[in-house]
């Protein structure tokens, strides 16, 4: 009987906790069921004790409020763009069917700014690209104001007057050249302000658009205006502006260059190089030792190749390296690196210049040389010579027109192009042919290997069909520039390769 009440008792028991086991159990299985299903997910999921106890809170709590628009603003999917709902197709009552057109993005930029620089206590000059069918074709107008960092409420508003200086070369775009003239002095007080372009397509090549871009030029933090240096002696005396440099380029035709002209200008000379993708790492050892000496300066403008235009932008190139140094030079020259500028022996680039003081723009004449053919008495030695050295003969073909080259004192010009300004204050003279020249060695400055491919003894000669003169006038001046770059730099470039 005692046996009987104990299992009657078990048995009991069991049945009194009968709920609770099958709630255990069912939590068991539960437990099994998930630890297996997170074998299957990502190594990057977890899942701990403290993200069932905020899920559990989460339960309770009421929904997060939704995020800062500036949050919004920051994300990197960029917010949508209302854009009007687009006309439809319209049948006239006539009977006509009037199709509807639907535009949408930008074939090009309104203005792309490259540089603002002051002209003066009244004006400015911005230098940049525009689209050249809306200049072509429309009539978009722009609009300059002087916000004073004091009084940013009382705007100084401005004429703007546009020149096109790249003779309708551009494709895409062209280059412009906006003047802003106020009627009085702005910034006077030094205390800084802010330049403001407006930039308006006035229709354009849609006459129920007129879209108006607010551009912020420049800058003047107080105490930033030195207005000396409108009136002031110029650092430099010769300053080059040099064309858009691209290609695989010689460094030896390169370094022979800047030697030569660091010698011709002397001392108070500089030179502004652009790289357009040309200064690779050889080149730029060439140029290293005179940008440590302080003659040159070399800018990246490789960013200029998104935008399409004419022979790498080289326009607005020259442009705003017109007005960057406008007042830091009293003769600013225009030509390229296979150029050669040549004064006559007994005289000096000084007193060339000096007879030359009452015009505010000369050009210069080009003497055209043979980039192929070199002297017999150099058989054998050519690669010891430079290019200008041994390439001797000039081409010499009458009755054809021939592009010159030009310097200019760049305070009397408003913008510039590449063979002469036609934006000049003053008088301009082409009569230098006896003072001044030009030797352009066409080509050379691209070729990676010796240019000389056949020789001659003769003195006069044909080549290519076009009649050829010996001239050994840089072959003379050689000796001096070699000695010239040796006392300036040292040997640091005598192992210069094509």
Known sequence: ???????????????????????????????????????????????????????????????????????????????????????????LPNGVLRRAFHPYGSAAYNFITMGAYRGGLHNFAIVGLASKPLHV????????????????????NASAFKILPDWGYG?????????????????????????VLYASTSGGGDRDINLTDTIEVLTE????????LFTSKPKYDYLYCGSSLYGNLSPQRVREWLA????????RSHFVIHDAGGVHDEVLEVLKPWMELGYVTLQDIREEERFDGYYHNQFMVVNDCLHRYKFMAKWMFFFDVDEFIFVPPKNTIKSVLDSLSEYSQFTIEQMPMNSKTC???????????????????????????RDRKYAVQPRMVYATGVHMSENV??????????????????????????????LSNQTQLTLDNTPHVLDTTMRLVAPAVKRFELKMIGTRLQATRQ
């Open 375 to 401: 002297l017999t008495e150099d058989a054998g030695r050519t690669y010891r010579k430079w290019g200008f050295e041994k390439l001797v003969y000039k081409d010499v073909k009458r009755g054809i027109r």
């Open 171 to 195: 494709r895409v775009y062209t280059v412009v050249v906006v003047n802003c003239t106020f009627s009085h002095p702005v910034n006077a007080d030094n205390q800084g302000g802010k330049l």
């Open 260 to 267: 030569y002209h660091i010698r011709l200008f002397g001392a």
């Open 1 to 91: 009987m005692a046996k009987d009440r104990e299992k009657r008792m078990y048995v009991g028991v069991f049945f009194s906790y009968a709920a609770e086991l099958k709630l255990f159990l069912s939590a068991l299985l539960l437990l099994c069921a998930l630890a297996t299903l997170l074998q299957f997910l990502p190594s990057r999921f977890t899942l701990s004790i403290a993200d069932l106890r905020s899920c559990s809170a989460a339960r309770d709590s009421p929904p997060p409020p939704p995020p800062p628009l500036s949050a919004t603003l920051r994300s990197s999917v960029p917010p949508p763009t209302l854009i009007p709902s687009p006309p439809t197709d319209q049948l």
């Open 425 to 454: 204050a003053g008088k301009s003279t082409h009569k230098t042919d006896r003072i001044i020249k030009y030797f352009h060695y066409h080509g050379t400055i691209a070729q990676r290997r010796e240019p000389c491919r056949s």
């Open 221 to 228: 933090t107080p105490g930033g205006m030195n207005a000396s």
């Open 137 to 156: 074709f429309g009539r978009p107008t722009f609009q300059c104001q002087w916000i004073p960092r004091l009084h940013p409420s009382n705007p100084i």
